[in-house]
């Protein structure tokens, strides 16, 4: 028999081992190319399925990890309580990765507490946030990340100012911020990559066009609107060790800046029009500032730091999983309870 | 004071202090001293919802006969609080005695009553203590005086104080100094003129001294525990501040790594979810709440009970509605607990009745979470969960963790068709994998949405109904592995008391007055929900049922009368809701007046 090797990985999966349920989205979604984008990066870095946990909250977004990686362990929890669960499910396995798919209404309004806080604690996962600016599973409402002025067929005009994820993300001490349109598959798959490979959390807010109730050609999360506007900071590219020496080959030296990751991985960013600097925090809070006031679409690595350690390493847990730990490990001895109820008075 | 007047080992004696002022130290050292002693003693603190300035509350309850409940009247008032002097003075018993600070000048209007003044000004002048410290220290001298005319044992004082202070020389040598200096004043000044003496015993033998909360992280500890997350509340906090101080002595393995992870998270919604995502993934989970933190988690149980994820949630009740009275006890959250969650839900409620249950319960807990992949209740209060009791030292859990029904990799190598959802062994419990299982079959999609026996997505009514309908029949299987109730039919008699949790010692009181005054009762306390089938066989047996508890609308009541509603004209509710814990006085009282009717 032969074996057609171009269509493995290098664990020896075909695309197929990485794929989910047909959709159920709405044709022409944007969280459908996320999805694929989801799939083909998975695929290309040789990820063990099994080795994913899949986690979710309540909404259109948060369905579409039914559409990926099918051999993985998924929750789809609750409206807005995606975070505190991947963070109670990651203390169980730390050799798992954890990737998230949330919204922008269960991220930036009933989520926001959860997830500023998931931030903070620099908890291990890929948070993916599917941004449209309006609530599709409900028929279309406002959301808090719509622009202010946005009409909306039986809404009216939205009178308030949205909410910023990456801002609301780096001013919660955020270890890794990125923003991609749904419409530019390259970044979006090389930003999962590069995110699935940070040792901490990681932002993903990604523009993605909801093509039944927001996808006027002048709204902001709209497809024309992103074609025309989307301002990419950097080419980037996710640079496993194996393919350290490629660089050199597709970009001109003094172009391109590397990000060192944990685990020797790379972020390699090629400049294009500024300099932009993703390690300086200060920089990407003015860039934010900047685009909002110009309502311009910018994309790319925002914000990255790479020592800071995650959640999971500060609780210095045990070298075999806590889900496989037994009686023995987990039960304190006879002479221990002798002890405390000497002490007991 | 002559021989026959004397009353040894049988009295009450209240502490009235302002909060904050440090009176804990002092009260705890009473309480402890006399149970060195080997006198059976209880000690209960009411405490205002303030960090400082408010008056408070300390009673210990000395009785030779053991009971510890809590008692409406006290024979010996100590008085260092201006603002609730004249309450307190009036407040003693006749024949009792009324300790006080002499730099209170409130005139005494009481001839019928022991009084006796303490320089406590005067004493801590004369120490070294630094004056940030004097005021604690201050306390230590009605310690002394009524160590000295009660007859309690300096050194059992002093052993108290080693404890306390974790035997640091320097604290415990200021503290039992006052506290000498306080009983030699005594000696020399004061005349003896009440009958209330303490005298050794050996009734505390095998007993411990302890609260609820420290007992039920203790007890997770041993049952296994491997993920708490909670958010500060009161009274549950000191729960979780328990597995803190002992999580990191008792279950490091032997390279000092961490068997467990405890997690202070942003509110009571992430606490649970933190709780059901670990649970999920295979953690022995636990979050412990009290009400306000409980209507919070509703969200998160609702769906731990149908996506079927074990975790334990700990309920240290406190009066509500709403904020209600925070520092006070209660039983109110019962039938809440019981249909928490939107659509049809029934819940599994343990409900332990004392310090040494809530030591047991916490790894019952974690057994029946794994064993029936359910959330797990266990409902506490403030009485049982912040005081100090006497209780049997704890017991090593004699049989293994029960993990429930898992499938490893190898597991899922001999099974060919595997369902998460699919009920095998026909007690509604299925099946579950773990995050981290690397068979291509073991992943599985968990919701909250509708799902078939294979987890997927579905609207199919028929799916649907046999889903709850497996979801009914796993609750029939809960109830034949909960704890039993206690049953006592000694009394062979047509009365019946049914009670449950902390109102345990109150009733047991009660039993042995009612007695003698010509009402024996059988006795049935419920220690879990879904009701064994014990109780339906004991109300059965019994021509009238009191069912005592501590809340407003007896809720025990309402639920027992669903249960079994041909029998709902034997049940007569007792119930009390105005922040204290019963006394055995008010339920006799309570069911003398209803059984004359």
Known sequence: MVINLSNTNQIGLTKNDYKGLPSSLCQGCGHNSIANQIITACYELGVVPEEIMKFSGIGCSSKSPAYFLNRAFGFNSLHGRMAPLATGAIFADTSLKALGVSGDGDTASIGMSGFKHMVRRNTPMVYIVENNGVYGLTKGQFSATAEVGLNLKHQGTNPYMPVDICMEAIISNATFVARSFAGDAKQVKELIKAALNHNGVAVLDIISPCVTFNNQVNAFHSYTWGKDHEAPLHEISFVPRLDEIMIEDDFLPGTVTEVCMHDGYMIALKKLEKDYDPTDRWQALHMLEESQQNNWLVTGLIYIECDRPPLTERHNLTSTPLNRLTDKELRPTHESLDQINANMY | ?597
């Open chain 2, 1 to 597: 004071m002559s021989e026959q007047k004397k009353i040894i080992n049988d009295f009450s004696i209240t502490i009235a202090t302002v909060n904050g002022s440090g009176s804990q130290t002092a009260n705890t050292t009473i309480l402890r001293a006399l149970f060195k002693m080997g006198i059976p003693v209880s000690g209960k603190n009411l405490f205002p919802s303030n960090i400082q300035g408010l008056p408070t509350w300390y009673t210990i309850r000395v009785n030779k006969d053991g009971f510890t409940a809590r008692r409406d009247e006290h024979e010996i008032v100590i008085s260092m609080n201006q603002a609730s002097f004249m309450e307190d003075l009036a407040s003693v018993l006749p024949g009792g005695a009324f300790y006080y600070a002499d730099h209170i000048t409130f005139p005494i209007n009481r001839t019928d009553i022991s009084v006796y003044p303490m320089p406590i000004k005067e004493l801590i002048k004369n120490t070294d203590v630094s004056p940030t410290l004097r005021d604690y220290i201050a306390n230590m001298v009605y310690v002394g005086v009524l160590a000295n005319i009660l007859g309690i044992d300096i050194e059992k004082i002093q052993s108290a104080l080693d404890f306390h202070f974790k035997g640091k020389p320097k604290p415990i040598e200021s503290n039992i100094n006052m506290v000498k200096a306080g009983a030699e004043w005594s000696a020399a000044n004061l005349k003896k003129t009440d009958p209330y003496l303490v005298e050794p015993m050996d009734k505390t033998k095998g007993l411990i001294m302890a609260d609820g909360n420290t007992a039920a992280a203790l007890g997770a500890i041993y049952g296994g525990l491997q993920f708490e997350a909670w958010y500060p509340i009161t009274p549950a906090s000191s729960l979780a501040e328990s597995l803190n101080e002992y999580l990191p002595k008792l279950r490091k393995d032997p390279e000092g790594k961490s068997t467990y992870a405890v997690v202070q998270a942003e509110d009571e919604l992430s606490a649970i979810g933190m709780a059901v995502g670990a649970g999920w993934a295979g953690l022995r989970s636990m979050t412990s709440t009290s009400g306000p933190g409980l209507s919070l988690m509703t969200e998160y149980a609702g769906m731990a009970y149908f996506a079927e994820v074990p975790i334990v949630v700990w309920d240290v009740q406190r009066m509500g509605p709403s904020t209600g009275l925070p520092t006070r006890t209660s039983q109110g959250d019962l039938t809440f607990t019981y249909f928490m969650g939107h659509g049809d839900t029934q819940n599994v409620i343990l409900l332990p009745g004392t310090v040494n249950e809530c030591f047991e319960f916490g790894s019952t807990a974690l057994d029946l979470a794994e064993r029936l992949q359910t959330p797990i209740f266990v409902l506490s209060d403030l009485d049982l969960g912040m005081n100090q009791w006497m209780t049997n030292a704890f017991r090593y859990p004699d049989k293994p963790l029960d993990r429930g029904k898992v499938l490893w990799e190898e597991d899922l190598e001999k099974i060919t068709d595997w369902g998460r959802y699919r009920d095998v062994d026909g007690d509604g419990i299925p099946y579950r994998t773990l995050p981290g299982n690397r068979h291509p079959r073991a992943g599985y999609f968990s919701r909250g949405t509708g799902h078939n026996e294979y987890a997927v997505y579905s609207e199919n009514s028929k799916v649907w109904e046999s889903n709850m309908n497996r979801l009914r029949l796993k609750y029939k299987t809960a109830r034949t592995i909960v704890p039993k109730p206690i049953v006592d039919n000694s009394e062979n008699s047509e009365v019946g008391i049914i009670t449950y949790g902390s109102n345990e010692p109150a009733v047991y009181e009660a039993r042995t007055i009612l007695k003698n005054e010509g009402i024996p009762c059988d006795y049935l306390r419920i220690r879990a929900l879904p009701f064994a089938e014990e109780v339906n066989e004991f109300v059965q047996a019994h021509k009238r049922v009191y069912i005592v508890e501590t809340n407003h609308d007896g809720q025990m009541n309402q639920l027992i009368t669903m249960e079994l509603p041909d029998k709902a004209t034997k049940f007569r509710s007792v119930c009390l809701d105005n922040g204290f814990s019963l006394s055995a006085r008010w339920v006799k009282e309570k069911i003398c007046a209803m059984e004359a009717n």
